[in-house]
């Protein structure tokens, strides 16, 4: 009984430290609620059944955040690849276990890639900012803008606050390399860091590198922490490195 009630106990604290991370981070209500159902559920498990709470407390965990958080970084290693019906598949399996409005939104995006293609995307984006809710809307209007390569719009969108923290930052420190407001990039990257997600300050790396022209340090990335990246986007980012350090690099305005 000592045993269950100290698994139980661990799997409380973890959620509880869980969902404080993600209400900092990215403000993701059905990760916070999914948490949250994990401390109540591990509660009561040690009220009503202590000889089995830690094993229920697991099996809630494992069930409602690990399992989900498993299926979405499997479809992300498929997307990579352009396995858009595995992709699809995962994220269907992943809303199963997790219907938050934000796994229903990019559900749906993978359903129509898998359906029709790449070229499926602008065109889901424009269906969810018309039929879906009020949050899918505002995610749908900045994703739009950031395909439509429209900084200007995007950098208002990200700054609005009606998107969550971790898809609005890393799309304004982007906005704002694109636009060329350097010092106000990496200010805001600065201000940002230790609140991302690593993938995600990763990612905002590369843009404070690639728009200030450190090569070095973008092939670095491409290398390391973000290899999985495809061939295109690895050659983009080498040339916008290229050509904020030299802007008569025609091989590097060649390759955008």
Not at 30 to 53: F, K
Not at 101 to 126: C, D, E, M, V
Request: hydrophobic share 50%; glycine share 6%.
């Amino acid at each position: 009984m000592a045993v269950q009630s100290m698994v139980a106990f661990a799997f409380i604290l973890l959620s509880v430290c869980l969902a404080a991370l993600i209400r900092l981070l990215s403000g993701r209500l059905g990760w916070i609620i999914a948490n949250v159902v994990v401390v109540l559920g591990g509660i009561l498990a040690l009220w009503l059944a202590p000889d089995w709470a830690g094993w229920l407390t697991a099996g809630l965990f494992a069930l409602l955040v690990a399992y989900p958080l498993t299926l979405l970084d499997r479809a992300r290693f498929a997307e990579q690849r352009g396995r858009w019906k595995k992709a699809a598949r995962l994220w269907r399996f992943a809303v199963l276990v997790h219907p938050s409005p934000w796994t229903r939104f990019h559900s749906a995006i993978r359903q129509a890639l898998s359906a029709n293609g790449p070229g499926a995307y602008t065109a889901a984006l424009k269906q969810i900012e018309a039929t879906g809710s009020r949050t899918q809307k505002a995610l749908a209007r900045l994703l739009l803008a950031h395909e439509q390569r429209d900084w200007e719009t995007l950098l208002v969108l990200s700054r609005a606050g009606d998107v969550d923290f971790a898809e609005a930052k890393p799309r304004e420190i982007r906005a704002l390399g694109e636009l060329g407001h350097l010092d106000e990039m990496v200010e805001a990257y600065q201000n940002a860091k230790r609140w991302l997600f690593f993938r995600s300050r990763q990612e905002c790396m590369l843009f404070v590198f690639a728009f200030t022209g450190r090569i070095e340090h973008v092939q670095q990335l491409v290398d390391g922490p973000l290899v999985g990246l495809d061939e295109e986007s690895k050659t983009y980012w080498i040339a916008v490195a290229r050509l904020r350090r030299d802007g008569n690099d025609e091989a590097a305005r060649s390759m955008l």
